[in-house]
Each structure stands twice: as structure tokens, then as C-alpha cells.
């Protein structure tokens, strides 16, 4: 049972540096997210996809992006790492109803660092 | 900017005691669910409530929603070391149907 597997788990990035995490979710979901953690902050919806070759923004899109070619992956790319980005990601997925979302499954997060 | 806020920040108890932490939203929302996250892990799905329910029950939790005062609390009876971890509220915002966060409660349980 992998539900949600994030890859990698760490990553250290020197400012300026480009990465991307990849999320892949077995469980034919439509809805996939990426979100940041922060100390103090609780999570913060980075982009989302409610299918496959769709995406769109959240609350904190600037300086990353995201792609949704196959419907079990979603991508999160950082085009140029800043220290600002250095953070715990998580992807999630879950399935959705006439609109509501249901509960999300998430992956274990990816630690990244920006010096 | 944040749709729920949880309260208290921090709760530490005994093992053996209940658990009270609150929720606070802003906006009309099509449910509200509850999320439990121990230390270095991922967050893990504990309840959902609809925006037509007043009250749900799993296990040892239950889950109350005021929709008049936007506020839910979630009950954790008898706790267990176990239940040490942050708990996080989320709503499914009317407009938006996608999950915002709270920053969460941490709890500690001592036995």
C-alpha cells in the first residue's frame, strides 16, 4: 500500500539552483496538491491539480511551478532556489464529490534547504 | 491567508485525560476535517464533518461543528502517549474546494 511517495526526502540546494520533487500517488485520485510547512504556520497550498494536465495556484505560487502530464504524478519544480524556500513539501491527493473535498491522503514531506 | 485557527496553540496533559482543542473559520465552507501529525511525518486524515452535521464520533473523538459561529472542537477522550502529535484543522472553502490549514495544536500527553 504506497498511497503517496514523495521523492527525494532531503535535498540541501545552493541558492540559485534549480530542483524538482516529484509526488506519485497509486490510488487514481483526481485532486493532487503541493503544499509548504513552516514553523508557526500550519501548511500553505503551493499549486493543485483537479486532473490530469490541469494545474492552478494556491495561496504561495510565486517561484515555483508544477506540471500534471499523468494523472498519478504531480510534479513541483524551483526554477532558482532562494533561502525563502527552504522548507518541509508535502503532496497530497484525495478524491472529490460534486465539488467537496474529501479527506487527503499525503505523502511524508521532502526537507529542502536553500543556503 | 489562513482559513482556520486553532486554539490553544500548545496542550499538554496526562495520559488518562481529555483533550479539548478549537477551531475558528471565516468564510461558508462545505466541510471541515481534522488531521493528526506526529513529529517528522506526514499529516494523516482523523475526521470529516460536513457543513450539515452538528456533531461526528470515531473512537475516541468527537468532533463538533457550530456553523453559526464558525468554530468546531475536537475531543480527544482518555488520552494516550500515543496521541502526542500536532492537530491540524482544515476547511473546504465554499468557493474554492480545495483544504486550508490552521497552524495547529500541539499536544503532549505524558504518562
Known amino acids: 500500500n504506497a498511497g503517496v511517495t514523495q521523492t527525494p526526502k532531503f535535498r540541501v540546494l545552493k541558492t540559485g539552483q534549480s530542483m524538482t520533487l516529484l509526488c506519485a500517488q497509486d490510488?487514481?485520485?483526481?485532486?493532487m496538491y503541493w503544499y509548504r510547512q513552516d514553523p508557526g504556520m500550519g501548511l500553505r497550498l503551493i499549486h493543485y491539480s483537479v486532473g490530469e494536465g490541469t494545474t492552478a495556484k494556491g495561496e504561495v505560487p510565486d517561484g515555483y511551478n508544477v506540471s500534471r502530464l499523468k494523472k498519478q504524478n504531480f510534479l513541483l519544480g524551483l526554477e532558482s532556489a532562494a533561502p525563502s524556500q527552504t522548507s518541509v513539501y508535502f503532496c497530497?491527493?484525495?478524491?472529490?464529490?460534486?465539488?467537496?473535498?474529501?479527506?487527503?491522503?499525503f505523502g511524508e514531506g521532502s526537507r529542502l534547504t536553500v543556503l | 491567508s489562513q482559513q482556520g485557527e486553532e486554539d490553544p496553540q500548545a496542550l499538554s496533559i496526562q495520559e488518562g485525560e481529555n483533550a479539548t482543542m478549537n477551531c475558528s473559520y471565516k468564510?461558508?465552507?462545505?466541510?471541515l476535517q481534522w488531521y493528526r501529525q506526529n513529529s517528522g511525518r506526514g499529516l494523516v486524515h482523523l475526521i470529516l464533518?460536513?457543513?450539515?452535521?452538528r456533531e461526528k464520533h470515531s473512537g475516541r473523538l468527537r468532533v463538533t461543528l457550530d456553523t453559526s459561529k464558525k468554530s468546531s472542537s475536537l475531543l480527544i477522550t482518555a488520552s494516550r502517549a500515543a496521541d502526542t502529535a500536532s492537530y491540524f484543522c482544515a476547511t473546504d472553502d465554499d468557493s474554492w474546494g480545495k483544504l486550508q490549514f490552521g497552524a495547529g495544536t500541539q499536544v503532549v500527553v505524558t504518562p
Open positions: 490510488m487514481n485520485h483526481e485532486y
Open positions: 464533518i460536513r457543513s450539515n452535521e
Open positions: 497530497a491527493s484525495s478524491y472529490s464529490r460534486g465539488g467537496n473535498t474529501g479527506e487527503l491522503f
Open positions: 468564510t461558508s465552507i462545505n466541510n
